[in-house]
């Protein structure tokens, strides 16, 4: 007799023999162990839930044929109409509306540039999928004449059944029911871990010093040795081993505190771990590791200036751009750099934008000239203060971040073009009688006004916005009226405004400070909720240091040719009758995609422009859908690189987004196309030449950036209050030029490697020399910098500049932790990883402990220590820079109520050499120069390639990198290199 039940945990129907009664036995649907029950209780198990209703038998033959309904729900569903996930749609219906005719029929042709486009770039991925595919059918299907195996003649006869039932008109049966006979056995107790495609000769040592931390149950350090199987040709398994070589080889693991290996039972093992890589490597020289990327916002806003002839400077094209991700710090990674829907709609955006900017066929436009006089403002408050203080005759600038602007700029200027700035200013109460603790501006110190160019889009112009820029400086006599001018290029909806860059943060905490009883008078019967704001204005009028602008007028457009110089890059000097559409389109989409196109390329963008031509658009409507299409297009936006060594155009492209964050000039371009950029003298001379052009700022900028982390600056930004004198002199835009400038120099002048690590000089400006309390700071101008001889050996190098001082802190203290974890990756090279499941160090508020005593209970956790003796020494060599880089002796030196105690900036590194202070420290440093080197050169290669180097490759690495003492000549060896030239 059976017995029928069902499973309890999946409601399988069940049938098992009723000698099986009372036994265990493993479910063949989820595999739980379940007891066979016996036959009277079996009859009163029912499924909890039946997993497949019982359908309703209609007779198909009388019934006429529907089409099948859309889901009712699915409207429902979409975005803006579910009140609990609700998102205003204004800002995309705003940009839909803003959108030109020939923007929605751009947007559906590149639906099939994306198509094809996918096929072009992918299709040797598919092809070879596709064989892949044939190969596993082909191995699994069984062989002519061969029985099939049990399961698999069940399956060949229930799909016989099932498509005979589904021709058939019988009656619904219930499904099949899976029978269980056999009886649940326990498994035999499973030994100890095992470590799979290992040789007998290491599996002891593994197993003894390795598996207990490093296996299914327990991943120290996200290292599962069971999972590793041997060496395979996979990159990220032979990294793997790779890192278990390094540990072994530093002594690192296992550790202290554990049982360890003699001598030769390392050799052993570093020799086997070697012999094995070796092989794999041979393996991997096939493998591609460079992602297909797509260019960075930055890259992409750099491209399109210099395609088009067009400064972008000012107008930041990708702006609406969803923002790049950080992959190894840097923003070019392939990996990081997706392309979305949104980015789609961005680009086509973005491109309609450029090309208005870029294309002019009407006439030139005329001079205006337009005078913005008292008062300075859209805000009723501030309207009220400028009347009071001037009597519509001037406005007085007190803080940093408000600007004299007037209500009738909000348009913008009406033409891209040239623009003649000038204001009427003066400077006063320089050495004023007010409360020095309260206006830090050093009255030794010119006043300073500044042109600042703006999108009065972006918000109110009265005050700092995204979009603003600073034109240029000036500084002011003393109580003088002065008339300052500059031109500059202004986009069409860009204006100018007025600014008091070296004046107090705000105005409105050094207010609530004046001397009331001292300046009675302007107190005297001011009532009402503004009596104490204007009370305080006048104050500052004739007491404080203020910036006082009477007027200021923009004059233009101007310009140097017409039609402008984008115009003519497109279409030389032919009228719009003379220009063959067919023609401009291939010449601006061989330079768009940079490298020779076929016909075909642009076969589909010229049959859109001829259907626009067709159906009423103008020709230049369609020459302009036509260009846009091209910048639309993946061909455009993404780096194409063949598979193996690079061809010439994958190289010109790969050296100019690296070196220049931005396309191929003509030169470079025509040794692409004569075959000829991969000789190697050639290749040399172009390094030289493209390192010489201003252009090389991409590289200054983008690659110091990544690897020192300069992006972070701005980020935390310090206390205003508490840094007056960070705000008043622009230090976080002054210290990232200092080290900008450095590194530059170091390029341009072939300079020393080991200057990175100290050296005995560096670039100020005047704010700079008055922070690192030069006392030549008179021989120093505000916008300009230059380099000067140290005296202090303590600033020498990149660890002593307040940029990177200021980007490894919080704005308000500083960590050990951060400023060492940051010299473990940049100077040493290692790759840190985040602790699981650490918990933060609680700060102590009361200030009664150091940094130092905090992690020295934090360390006594063994999981901790083994990182903290690598980080923790470098971070403690650089406490006595405060938060933004201000040497300091003491902790707490200008906090009330907090104790003052000793900053000690001593330490011992997990090697044992020793030092006392920084300067002990950075002599470390020097000689672990070749350390640096290889870092260094990890970081260069990283930022060319757009991934991230392999543990692998590191002997090439040392390779490039090997007895080179001058850093142009690495950057040089790097792109002569076969990493840079393969894919």
């Not at 036995?25 to 379940?34: N, R, V, W």
């Not at 061989?590 to 626009?612: G, H, Q, V």
């Not at 950036?705 to 960070?726: A, C, E, F, I, S």
Request: proline share 5%; with cysteine.
């Amino acid at each position: 007799m059976d017995i029928k039940f069902y499973c309890p945990h999946c409601d399988q129907k069940l049938v098992c023999e009723d000698s099986a009664a009372g036994q265990n036995i493993e479910c063949p649907q989820c595999a739980s162990s379940i007891a066979v029950p016996n036959a009277a209780a079996a009859e009163e198990v029912t499924p909890q839930e039946p997993l497949v209703s019982e359908p309703q038998v209609v007779d198909s033959s009388n019934q006429p044929q529907k089409r099948p309904k859309t889901n009712p729900s699915r409207k429902k569903t979409m975005r803006g109409s579910n009140p609990t996930k609700a998102r205003s749609s204004t800002r995309r219906k705003t940009r839909v509306q803003q959108k030109s005719g020939n923007g929605l029929l751009v947007t559906a042709f590149l639906f099939i540039v994306f198509t094809g486009a996918a096929i072009f770039f992918f299709k040797d991925k598919f092809q070879s999928a596709m064989v892949d595919d044939q190969k596993i059918a082909k191995n699994n299907a069984p062989k002519v004449g061969e029985p099939l195996e049990a399961s698999e003649e069940a399956s060949a006869s229930e799909n016989n059944e099932l498509d005979k039932s589904s021709f058939e008109e019988d009656d619904y049966s219930e499904p099949a029911v899976i029978e269980s006979t056999a009886p649940y056995v326990k498994p035999e107790p499973v030994g100890p871990p095992e470590i799979k495609g290992v040789d007998e000769k290491v599996q002891p040592f593994l197993t003894q010093y390795c598996l207990d931390c490093h296996n299914n149950s327990k991943d120290k350090g996200e290292l599962n040795l069971e999972e590793l199987n041997g060496f395979h040709t996979n990159a990220d398994t032979l990294e793997m081993w790779h890192d278990i070589y390094d540990q072994i080889k530093e002594g690192e693991m296992p550790p202290e505190e554990e049982n360890q290996p003699s001598e030769q039972e390392r050799k052993s093992m570093m020799a086997w771990i070697q012999k094995q890589m070796v092989a794999g490597k041979e393996d991997m020289k096939k493998a591609t590791y460079t992602h297909l990327r797509r260019l960075n916002n930055n890259e992409y806003n750099r491209t399109v200036g210099d395609l088009l002839k067009i400064d972008t400077s000012l107008l930041d094209l990708s702006r609406n751009f969803p923002t790049d991700e950080l992959k190894e710090n840097f923003k070019n990674n392939g990996e990081a750099l997706q392309v979305s829907s949104f980015h789609l709609e961005a680009y086509i955006e973005a491109a309609e934008e450029a090309i208005n900017k870029a294309v002019y066929f009407g006439d030139k436009p005329e001079i205006q000239t337009n005078t913005f006089r008292p008062p300075y403002s859209k805000s009723n408050n501030v309207l009220k203060a400028a009347r009071v203080l001037g009597k519509d005759k001037f406005m007085d600038l007190v803080e940093q971040r408000s600007y004299a602007f007037h209500p009738e700029q909000l348009s913008g200027v009406p033409e891209s073009g040239y623009y003649k700035v000038t204001a009427k200013v003066q400077a006063r109460n320089r050495k004023h009688d007010l409360n020095p603790k309260s206006f830090k501006v050093p009255q030794d110190q010119l006043l300073r006004a500044s042109i600042v160019l703006t999108d009065p889009r972006t918000g109110d112009s009265n005050y700092f916005t995204a979009s603003d820029r600073t034109a240029q400086e000036f500084e002011l006599k003393d109580e003088k009226v002065m008339e300052v001018s500059g031109k500059y290029w202004i986009d069409k909806g860009y204006t100018a405004k007025i600014g008091f860059p070296n004046s107090i943060p705000f105005f409105k905490p050094a207010k609530g400070k004046f001397d009331r009883k001292k300046f009675k008078k302007f107190y005297k019967g001011r009532t009402g909720p503004f009596g104490g704001f204007l009370a305080a204005q006048d104050v500052m009028r004739d007491h404080g240091p203020v910036v006082r602008v009477f007027e200021y007028k923009i004059e233009g457009p101007f310009y140097d040719e017409w039609p402008i110089a984008s115009h003519k890059n497109l279409f030389a000097k032919k009228t719009l009758n003379e220009i063959n559409i067919n023609t401009a389109i291939d010449s601006f989409a061989s330079r768009a995609f940079r490298r020779s196109i076929k016909s075909e390329d642009t076969a589909a963008i010229k049959a859109m422009m001829k259907r626009l031509l067709s159906s009423g658009f103008t020709k230049e409507e369609s020459i302009k859908a036509g260009l846009v299409a091209v910048l639309s297009s993946p061909q455009f936006f993404y780096l194409q690189e063949n598979e193996g060594t690079l061809n010439d155009y994958a190289l010109a492209n790969r050296l100019s987004y690296f070196l220049w964050s931005s396309m191929p000039d003509k030169e470079l371009m025509a040794y692409a196309k004569a075959g000829r950029l991969r000789h190697p003298s050639i290749l040399e001379k172009q390094v030289i030449r493209m390192m010489k052009s201003p252009k090389i700022e991409g590289f200054i900028n983008n690659f110091s950036d990544g690897w020192l982390q300069l992006n972070k600056l701005g980020t935390m930004p310090p206390d205003r209050k508490q840094n007056v004198d960070y705000y008043v002199n622009d230090l976080e835009h002054a210290g990232r030029q200092e080290t900008l400038h450095f590194v530059k120099d170091l390029l341009y002048s072939n300079g020393k490697i080991r200057n990175f690590l100290n050296s005995d000089y560096t670039f100020m400006n005047r704010g700079l020399a008055t922070f690192y309390g030069r006392k030549d700071v008179s021989s120093f101008k505000y916008n300009a910098y230059k380099k000067v001889k140290l005296s202090d050996p303590r600033r020498g190098g990149l660890l002593g500049q307040m940029s990177l001082l200021t980007a490894t802190a919080d704005g308000i203290d500083t960590t050990p932790v951060v400023r060492g974890a940051w010299v473990v990756e940049n100077i040493f090279g290692e790759h840190l990883k985040e602790p699981p499941g650490v918990p933060a160090i609680e700060p102590d508020i009361r200030g009664a402990k150091t940094i130092r005593q905090l992690l020295v209970q934090h360390t006594t956790d063994k999981n901790c220590a083994s990182c903290h003796d690598k980080i923790d020494p470098p971070g403690f060599a650089l406490e006595n820079f405060d938060h933004v880089g201000r040497w300091r002796d003491n902790y707490n030196e200008n906090r009330k109520k907090m104790q003052v105690m000793p900053v000690d900036a001593s330490g011992r590194m997990a090697r044992g050499q020793r030092f006392d202070d920084i300067v002990d420290f950075k002599k470390i440093l020097i000689s672990k120069q070749d350390v640096f080197t290889q870092a260094l050169t990890t970081k260069l290669l990283t930022y060319a390639l757009g991934r991230e180097v392999r543990s692998f490759e590191k002997a090439k690495v040392a390779s490039i990198g090997r007895r080179k003492e001058n850093f142009r000549d690495l950057v040089m060896a790097v792109v002569k290199s076969d990493l840079f030239r393969r894919k």
